[in-house]
């Protein structure tokens, strides 16, 4: 009697091991602790990445105002350093967040970038270095540990809708790419623009406060089960032993090298291109406005039908836009229409790389995965856009654009070559599910 009693709960443990582990992914899954860290995420993408998107408004401020005698493509180094060190401190931030949870990496990064806005505020006109060194290298530095964390901490508390939930944490970053520059349009002109600097340094401060409140990061015992999250190496490349993870890696290396030059230049080109037009002032903010909608389009049709089944053809879709639409658009309708399209397609492109890295990847280490992936993309966001400047062969012609735009589209669609390629690594039948 006792054997058998004894057989019966050996034989009942896996299942309940099983229905407490179903029940842990459903919390995680769904639990309020898990949307709420999802909204702070926001928060922080918005006040920091969405700052970095708006430099398209300070590229045109610096060029026809601020640091008026410096050349266009000089001045677009500050917003890639910017996003250079974003990326390129990503390993460093996202493994810091694996073992330490993000309270005191959103205090740094939150007091840093209110830093470095109150220093901006007081440069004065013409000062390219001092511009460079407090925007591009300080605010980049200390964005670069809001950023990254804001996403791995997501990547804890979510698996099966984990492409939705990162989805949604990169409309922030589209949020402020509409926000800040709308913002700046309306106060330059009452306060001007150091007054304008301090006002957005205290919405920054506030966006942080309520991100550290709400955010949870879960134990560093809980997030994986691979057990190496205590004794993990800060910088992590053993992913790039994985054919897929590193062929991904050249894919969106390519991408990111042409992604954000139509952010930087289109409203030059438009006002360029079409003088006078009212529209070009609004550009930023309808590309950010679709991309959006296009964020959580993506995280909602990869969780269904594939990640990089839906990664590989945006980046495809977003350099024909590119070489089809705006190369040869001939009317200021087509313009907007290609911002509308490109805003939508390239937020996929920015935003499922990390969702496809989480599925090869214990969650322990998600962040120092994810952040070595992006420390060697940097590289591409780094040069992607002065490069693309460079080849601009006269700034007051329409013309004069058509270099940079072919290296934008050819770059997303090599790019989209190798991510095809990573998914013809996972599985050579394009149906399944990836």
């Given at each position: 009697?006792?054997?058998?009693?004894?057989?019966?709960?050996?034989?009942?443990?896996?299942?309940?091991?099983?229905?407490?582990?179903?029940?842990?992914?459903?919390?995680?899954?769904?639990?309020?602790?898990?949307?709420?860290?999802?909204?702070?995420?926001?928060?922080?993408?918005?006040?920091?990445?969405?700052?970095?998107?708006?430099?398209?408004?300070?590229?045109?401020?610096?060029?026809?105002?601020?640091?008026?005698?410096?050349?266009?493509?000089?001045?677009?180094?500050?917003?890639?350093?910017?996003?250079?060190l974003?990326?390129?401190?990503?390993?460093?931030?996202?493994?810091?967040?694996?073992?330490?949870?993000v309270?005191?990496?959103?205090?740094?990064?939150?007091?840093?970038t209110?830093?470095?806005?109150?220093?901006?505020?007081?440069?004065?006109?013409?000062?390219?270095?001092?511009?460079?060194?407090?925007?591009?290298?300080?605010?980049?530095?200390?964005?670069?540990?809001?950023?990254?964390?804001?996403?791995?901490?997501?990547?804890?508390?979510?698996?099966?809708?984990?492409a939705?939930?990162?989805?949604?944490?990169?409309?922030?970053?589209?949020?402020?790419?509409?926000?800040?520059?709308?913002?700046?349009?309306?106060?330059?002109p009452?306060?001007?623009?150091?007054?304008?600097?301090?006002?957005?340094?205290?919405?920054?401060?506030?966006?942080?406060?309520?991100?550290?409140?709400?955010?949870?990061?879960?134990?560093?015992?809980?997030?994986?089960?691979?057990?190496?999250?205590?004794?993990?190496s800060?910088?992590?490349?053993?992913?790039?032993?994985?054919?897929?993870?590193?062929?991904?890696?050249?894919?969106?290396?390519?991408?990111?090298?042409?992604?954000?030059?139509?952010?930087?230049?289109?409203?030059?080109?438009?006002?360029?291109?079409?003088?006078?037009?009212?529209?070009?002032?609004?550009?930023?903010?309808?590309?950010?406005?679709?991309?959006?909608?296009?964020?959580?389009f993506?995280?909602?049709?990869?969780?269904?039908?594939?990640?990089?089944?839906?990664?590989?053809?945006?980046?495809?879709v977003?350099?024909?836009?590119?070489?089809?639409?705006?190369?040869?658009?001939?009317?200021?309708?087509?313009?907007?229409?290609?911002?509308?399209?490109?805003?939508?397609?390239?937020?996929?492109?920015?935003?499922?790389?990390?969702?496809?890295?989480?599925?090869?990847?214990?969650?322990?280490?998600?962040?120092?995965?994810?952040?070595?992936?992006?420390?060697?993309?940097?590289?591409?966001?780094?040069v992607?856009?002065?490069?693309?400047?460079?080849?601009?062969?006269?700034?007051?012609?329409?013309?004069?654009?058509?270099?940079?735009?072919?290296?934008?589209?050819?770059?997303l669609?090599?790019?989209?070559?190798?991510?095809?390629?990573?998914?013809?690594?996972?599985?050579?039948?394009?149906?399944?599910k990836?």
């Open positions: 009697m006792t054997e058998k009693t004894f057989s019966n709960v050996e034989l009942q443990a896996p299942e309940s091991i099983t229905d407490t582990e179903l029940c842990e992914i459903k919390e995680r899954e769904g639990g309020c602790a898990a949307w709420l860290t999802v909204v702070g995420s926001i928060l922080v993408y918005y006040a920091s990445f969405g700052i970095m998107n708006s430099f398209g408004f300070f590229q045109n401020y610096y060029t026809s105002e601020f640091l008026r005698n410096t050349p266009t493509s000089t001045i677009a180094f500050i917003g890639t350093l910017q996003m250079a974003m990326n390129s401190l990503a390993a460093i931030s996202g493994a810091l967040c694996d073992r330490y949870g309270k005191y990496l959103y205090l740094g990064s939150g007091t840093g209110i830093v470095a806005l109150l220093l901006l505020s007081f440069v004065r006109p013409g000062q390219f270095w001092q511009i460079f060194l407090i925007q591009g290298l300080l605010m980049g530095l200390t964005i670069a540990f809001g950023v990254q964390p804001a996403q791995t901490v997501v990547g804890q508390h979510f698996k099966e809708r984990r939705l939930a990162m989805g949604l944490v990169s409309t922030g970053s589209a949020l402020g790419g509409i926000g800040f520059p709308l913002m700046f349009e309306r106060l330059l009452i306060v001007g623009f150091s007054n304008a600097l301090r006002l957005t340094a205290l919405k920054i401060g506030i966006c942080y406060s309520i991100a550290l409140c709400i955010s949870t990061s879960l134990p560093s015992g809980k997030s994986g089960k691979s057990g190496r999250s205590s004794c993990s800060l910088i992590d490349l053993r992913g790039f032993l994985d054919l897929r993870y590193a062929v991904l890696c050249v894919g969106t290396w390519f991408a990111i090298l042409g992604l954000w030059i139509p952010s930087y230049y289109i409203k030059i080109y438009a006002n360029v291109a079409y003088p006078g037009n009212t529209i070009s002032e609004y550009f930023l903010c309808i590309m950010y406005g679709c991309s959006i909608f296009g964020a959580i993506g995280g909602l049709l990869g969780d269904k039908v594939g990640r990089l089944n839906l990664l590989w053809p945006m980046a495809l977003s350099g024909c836009l590119c070489l089809f639409l705006w190369l040869l658009s001939n009317s200021l309708a087509t313009l907007v229409l290609f911002a509308c399209v490109y805003g939508f397609s390239t937020s996929s492109v920015s935003a499922l790389p990390a969702s496809i890295i989480g599925q090869i990847t214990p969650d322990d280490i998600l962040g120092a995965r994810i952040g070595a992936f992006y420390s060697i993309v940097a590289i591409a966001s780094l992607g856009t002065p490069i693309g400047g460079a080849l601009i062969t006269d700034a007051d012609q329409k013309e004069g654009y058509r270099w940079l735009i072919l290296f934008s589209g050819v770059s669609m090599v790019g989209s070559i190798f991510m095809l390629g990573s998914r013809l690594l996972h599985d050579k039948d394009l149906r399944k990836w």
